[in-house]
Antibody
Framework: QVQLQQSGAELVKPGSSVKISCKAS????????MHWIKQQPGNGLEWIGW????????KYNQKFNGKATLTADKSSSTAYMQLSSLTSEDSAVYFC???????????????WGQGASVTVSS | DIQMTQSPASLSASLEEIVTITCQAS??????LAWYQQKPGKSPQLLIY???SLADGVPSRFSGSRSGTQYSLKISRLQVEDIGSYYC?????????FGGGTKLELK
């Protein structure tokens, strides 16, 4: 079955960067988009962007341009998201999620990781 | 960005009751609408896509409908395992945006 295993909770200092991982199994990693979504308590869900591991193509929510960088390692079936210049506004749970169908439903996500908590605090 | 206005923000219902959650899109998104369920402490799970299509493994008591730019999620007979939060999401254009969520509790 499709599984997305994310890295653990992070406590990081303001101004620093953090890199979250998402290891995929149970499907062909290079054939599906990998999305990233931010969830803050009381703020609902925000889409950050996606990467297509097959060729490394990315698409971002303009709001996260310069904040998030998506990469993927085909050899280990792992997607990564790096967040830079962290502030308290970046404290959230971050999910990776597999795209359901890149051709017909590019923005539908049919399997989600368990989430990675990032806390930005001095 | 397309705004998705979801209502109600919270809902208390009894077992076996019919539950309806609605979502209003700020512009025409056709059938590009998905619904997700998020149980407490868990990640969201896809329930419905294409406004009315049930995702794999989702019980048939869940259904989706559309009337213009208003979308509805219906649970025909509420079960204990349905407790959690529900989110609509427009899948029409970048960036995909989510409704504010509906927290469903047992009465």
């Amino acid at each position: 079955q499709v599984q997305l295993q994310q890295s653990g909770a992070e406590l990081v200092k303001p101004g620093s960067s953090v890199k979250i991982s998402c290891k995929a199994s149970g499907y062909t990693f290079t054939s599906y988009d990998m999305h990233w979504i931010k969830q803050q308590p009381g703020n609902g869900l925000e889409w950050i962007g996606w990467i297509y591991p097959g060729n490394g193509n990315t698409k971002y929510n303009q709001k996260f341009n310069g904040k998030a960088t998506l990469t993927a390692d085909k050899s280990s079936s792992t997607a990564y998201m790096q967040l830079s210049s962290l502030t308290s506004e970046d404290s959230a749970v971050y999910f990776c999620a597999r795209g359901y169908d890149g051709t017909y439903y590019p923005y539908v996500m049919d399997a989600w990781g368990q989430g990675a908590s990032v806390t930005v605090s001095s | 960005d397309i705004q998705m206005t979801q209502s109600p923000a919270s809902l208390s219902a009894s077992l076996e009751e019919i539950v309806t959650i609605t979502c209003q899109a700020s512009q025409d998104i056709g059938n590009w609408l998905a619904w997700y369920q998020q149980k407490p402490g868990k990640s969201p799970q896809l329930l419905i896509y294409d406004a009315t299509s049930l995702a794999d493994g989702v019980p048939s008591r869940f259904s989706g409908s559309r009337s213009g730019t208003q979308y509805s999620l219906k649970i025909s007979r509420l079960q204990v395992e349905d407790i959690g939060s529900y989110y609509c999401q427009q899948a029409h254009s970048n960036p995909p945006t989510f409704g504010g969520g509906t927290k469903l509790e047992l009465k």
